[in-house]
């Protein structure tokens, strides 16, 4: 876990200071081109090598940071939004609305998710280029909730009964004060633990849709798509591809250690087995 | 016998060397003139069973949820150990003639047909009702009676030298105690195997022993026949035990609990372990812990007043 | 409930959702491409055929509509035209989705016996080296993106040591043409029966006797495999271990042991056995895993079946595939989690009465 949280840091740290001030990393401009240097592999002024048009792969690396920083965290955090408010009501209310939010959450559940997403983001990205990556995130949302919507509910429904909600309860507090105030603290840090893991799944998931042309489009610089880009001159400039794609792992390595060990620490019952 | 906490199933798990991993074993288990402690663990598998079998508290739990009776009771029908064979065998190549070779669960066809009939013969001698219908059933569709029934009927088939019975009556009612009590003591008189019996229950012991080991944290403060314990005792916490207890031969006398409890084997006190509690304790028992004195020609304490 | 009432139930709740995606997704591509006549009709045709498109689509009328024909013809075989193959959608899939099913089967088979092996192995060693082992490896491979690891394989085994085929399901020249079992049918006058298997490569092979072709069928589906099974690797292996470090300090393992049995035989007759009902719950997962995961596998190694088909739909745009082949894939993930949930009430001897 200490691992993952290390490797988080230092990637963020990197994002944050691409975001103010990338000139601190790098002294390239993602988007200069320069042909007398293009295809040279890496060295100690191109350290990720440079790509067909001459760009450095470690400067574009760089810039995508930000970006591909925050499409997990867009994605999964519209997902724990959606599907805690949705889980935390149904399990606290019960009755009808509860057995409606459970067909339609188990509906969508039972949908291959990356299927469905691929299908709904290259339908949506047929009709513009420019949004394909917005499609592409769109549609992960639209996934991504009814996991925590049977998480959440499942946890409300062993925190209905605990001595502290009845004692609000008999306080006199509204219902919607009771899930905000004493149920929805106890079911976060789970929910965190279950939120990092599917942020690195999420990413990977997303770095699929780059593959097939669905991710942002260039010239923005972006992991997913930098590695689809350079598939097409494997096996020969591997540096295109391997850099981007190595970083892309370094981040689902660290979202999944983070949240096995966060697991780990939260639910009992898988403690020892990571 | 002794209060719960006393180490009285530790000291059974240990010798059948079924503690945890992480556990340390010191001291001789002696059986059949081995040194059980330094057998190593992946020969151990040879004692157990037909050596020595044990029977547990909570029948429940103790069998598996997925299979049927008949089938774990198979497994012990078909466990062929060198000790049943009437020797102990060191060697790899000593294993006795016409017992399966190879894998010990390995039911042959031939075999299959015999143990089946062995395993209703058991059942039937442990009373289980329609035992045609009950080896296809799982643990969880039997009573807890008839789960301890199963586990006695394994010990049957084991027909182990020794057989080690924590607590088995602890979980059932009172009158299904007897009933299991009944049986165990048909076991011994049938099948000839020695019997350690853990028990909180005097009157329990009463009935069953011959002889009588009184555990107290950990350690046994006395041991002598069951005459002699009962009528007879003489650790103070052995005093205690029958003091504690209502007996219709005790008109007079109070229920006197002792005081306190067990301590806990993280923190236990200086000298004697039972000087705390002990009604009789002098200056000596918080400092020097007693050894075990010989008081009669079998009959051992733990104690410094004798 | 009874296991009957439960298992209609959940084929009840299945059916809903294979016709809930199909609704979703034939109502985006229909707010995507209003009209997509033109498309369907083919470049060079005239303005009567876009007519007549339109009307056998019932294109000018509202998507529920056209949605309503749309189930009509997918329960009468009609499933429509690809555009891209100019080939009715249902041939193409008769002839892909047997490759991938193939593909998928193997792999499950190798990827369940391999993962439960090692997490018997990890439970049995907790905390020991080999146990650190297996999950550095399953971290480290499940955070890598599919089709690195796709093309990560790809590149040492084909080009780099050149000892593996870097692409399709077999080597074309020993593709079978004579099926093993193909049966017509005098009363529709088709082939029917075992289209199946037909174009399963390795399995038709085996069938036919041709052994030749078998192994090359086998040859090519190393790298696809193994991709298949390196995907979401873990899963299973930390399932495995979590129940079997539970069966094994439960009583019934003490007992079993008691009795004097083998540590293999406890091992593997008690504590796994235990441990594999759980792990049923997984299977359908698994398997949906890679079926899903098959769309990135068949693309990068051009293994011609349902993902390639599906992938280069999705890359062209090719809507009547697209439906299609995203209904194709739910609906055998959602019979695969039928048969799991099935399985395991039928499996688990506490919940029979």
Redesign the interface.
Known sequence: MLTGIALLVVLYAGALIAYVDPHLITRYNPDALDFAQANSPPSLSHLFGTDIEGRDVFTRVVYALPLDSLIPFAIVGFGVAVGLSLGTVAGYLGGAVEEIVLRVTDMFFAFPSIVLALAIASILGATSHGGRLYYSMVALMIVSWPFYTRLARAQVLVLRNAPYVKVAEAAGYGRFSVIRRHIVPHILPLVTAYASLDMGTTLLTYSVFAFFGLGAQPPTPELGRMVYDGLNALPGNWWWSLFPGIVLTLFALGFSLVGEGLRDILDPRLRGAA | MGESGSGKSTLGLAVMRLLPRESTITGTVSFMGKNLSEVPARRMAQYRGTGIAMIFQEPLTCLNPVMTIGEQLMEAASVTSGVRAGELYSTQGARPQGSPLGSRIGISRSNGRIHSERIVKALEKVRVRDPDVAVNKYPHQLSGGERQRVMIAMAYLLKPRLLIADEPTTALDVTTQAQILRLLTELRRDTGTSMVFISHDLLVVGQLADRVAVMYAGEIVESSSITNTFSNPLHPYTRGLFNSIPSKYKWEGRIEPIPGSVPTLSDLPPGCRFHPRCPSAMQICSKDSPPLRKTGERDFVRCHLY | MGLAAYISRRIL??F??IL??LA??FY??NI??PNPAVIWAGPESTQQQVQLVTELYHLNSPWYIQFLYYLRNIFTGNWGTSPLYQRPVLSLIEQYLPVTLELAIISFVIKVLAETLLGVVSAVR?GGLVDNAI?WFY??T???????LA?GLL?IFS??LKVLPSSQPINPLLALNTPAFKVYDPFTGRYVGFWLIDNMPVLNALLVGDWAAAKSGLVHAILPACTLILFGFGGLV?LI??SM?DAL????V????????????VVF??AL??SL?PATTLMGLLF?QL??GS??VE?VFDYYGLGYY??QS??T?D?PS??AG?VL??TI??LS?LATDIAYGVL???TRV
């Open positions: 709740f299945s809903f959702v809930g995606e979703i997704v985006l591509t995507a491409a907790a999950k971290t480290v499940r955070s890598l993106p599919p089709f690195l093309l590149l080009y780099d930390r271990k979590v470090l300090q439960s009583d019934y003490r007992t079993a042991r008691s009795k004097g049995l083998s540590e293999r035989a007759g008690h056995r235990n009902l949906a079926v899903a769309l990135v693309t599906l992938g999705l890359l745009f809507t697209l439906i995203t894939i739910t993930i959602v989690n688990d001897p506490r």
